[in-house]
Nanobody, 127 residues
Framework: QVRLVESGGGLVQAGDSLRLSCAASGGTFSSYTMGWFRQAPGKEREFVAAIHWSGSRNDYADSVKGRFTISRDNAKNTVFLQMNSLKPEDTAVYYC????????????????????WGQGTQVTVSS
């Protein structure tokens, strides 16, 4: 079972950039589709971005499309979320998640498809 640890969160101003990292260990990273989700106070956890285990397909929530970029470095067992032009509404705890290609073949937006989660990293964007 892969284990995930996020890092890179922080407090920034609107318009700034941040890059989140999620380091994986204990599994064959290249066989996992990786996702980023976020949860703001009082709201449900929502999909942000995902990258297929093959690296061939990315998917983004409409709210972040054009501003956020997901990528992976299989040699470093790490997935990244580059966040540009941050807005106050991007404030949330960001979670990294993984699902094996044996479980889900496609690039999923469904929170329930992911069976491994990190502990989360706080991103706060001030106006």
């Amino acid at each position: 079972q892969v284990r995930l640890v996020e890092s890179g969160g922080g407090l920034v101003q609107a318009g700034d950039s941040l890059r989140l990292s999620c380091a994986a260990s204990g599994g064959t990273f290249s066989s996992y589709t990786m996702g980023w989700f976020r949860q703001a106070p009082g709201k449900e956890r929502e999909f942000v971005a995902a990258i297929h285990w093959s690296g061939s397909r990315n998917d983004y929530a409409d709210s972040v499309k054009g501003r956020f970029t997901i990528s992976r470095d299989n040699a470093k067992n790490t997935v990244f979320l580059q966040m540009n032009s941050l807005k106050p509404e991007d404030t949330a705890v960001y979670y990294c998640a993984a699902v094996s290609r044996r479980t889900v073949w496609y690039t999923s937006r469904n929170l329930g498809d992911y069976n491994t989660w990190g502990q989360g990293t706080q991103v706060t964007v001030s106006s």
